[in-house]
T-cell receptor, first 116, second 114 residues
Framework: KAGVTQTPRYLIKTRGQQVTLSCSPISGHRSVSWYQQTPGQGLQFLFEYFSETQRNKGNFPGRFSGRQFSNSRSEMNVSTLELGDSALYLC???????????????FGEGSRLTVL | SQQGEEDPQALSIQEGENATMNCSYKTSINNLQWYRQNSGRGLVHLILIRSNEREKHSGRLRVTLDTSKKSSSLLITASRAADTASYFCASRVYSGGGADGLTFGKGTHLIIQP
């Protein structure tokens, strides 16, 4: 079974631009979560999607948004990029069927964003 | 804010020795999970222990959970060079609206010296 696939793996943007990151979950997984990882703040939860609906959202500004498609693939977008948005963005999928997601997450390799 | 805090932040041991990492968390949990991350890569799930369990084993891994102290420990026995990685504990905070996203600690960076 193929793992979680994230694209692109690396990208460089300049301040003020926007970026879209893509995530394809493991086949059959309907829940997708996004995390931001930086040396200073560590791993921080961005949002979680299940059946095309955002179920949870972390404490990030509105510049960070996401969506999930009917095939469970997900995208996240960051608008008006700031230097502090430089990070490794990790996507994870899980076998959530309904209700509360309590199980393990399967992570992709991440998209490393550098903002200049 | 971090739900879990790992201790120590960094640990260097000789190959073959045992490595112990600790995690403390703040609020009630449904389960606690441990993940490993090799440098700059994605996280890999290691083990999940439920709040009604006290100890769990998986290969060379042993996890304990003490809900009264809100703490957990991960023991890696007979360490190998390939165990060099960062280890994170993670748990979910449950608010009125249900479960929030998985919250990670800052991790323990483990180095296995050959």
């Amino acid at each position: 079974k193929a793992g979680v696939t994230q694209t692109p793996r690396y990208l460089i943007k300049t301040r003020g631009q926007q970026v879209t990151l893509s995530c394809s979950p493991i086949s059959g997984h309907r829940s997708v979560s996004w995390y931001q990882q930086t040396p200073g703040q560590g791993l921080q939860f961005l949002f979680e999607y299940f059946s095309e609906t955002q179920r949870n959202k972390g404490n990030f500004p509105g510049r960070f948004s996401g969506r999930q498609f009917s095939n469970s693939r997900s995208e996240m977008n960051v608008s008006t990029l700031e230097l502090g948005d430089s990070a490794l963005y990790l996507c994870a999928s899980s076998l959530r069927t309904s209700g509360t997601n309590t199980g393990e997450l399967f992570f992709g390799e991440g998209s490393r964003l550098t903002v200049l | 804010s971090q739900q879990g805090e790992e201790d120590p932040q960094a640990l260097s041991i000789q190959e073959g020795e045992n490595a112990t990492m600790n995690c403390s968390y703040k609020t009630s949990i449904n389960n606690l999970q441990w993940y490993r991350q090799n440098s700059g890569r994605g996280l890999v799930h290691l083990i999940l222990i439920r709040s009604n369990e006290r100890e769990k084993h998986s290969g060379r891994l042993r996890v304990t959970l003490d809900t009264s102290k809100k703490s957990s420990s991960l023991l890696i026995t007979a360490s190998r060079a390939a165990d060099t990685a960062s280890y994170f504990c993670a748990s979910r905070v449950y608010s009125g609206g249900g479960a929030d996203g998985l919250t990670f600690g800052k991790g323990t960076h483990l180095i296995i010296q050959p």
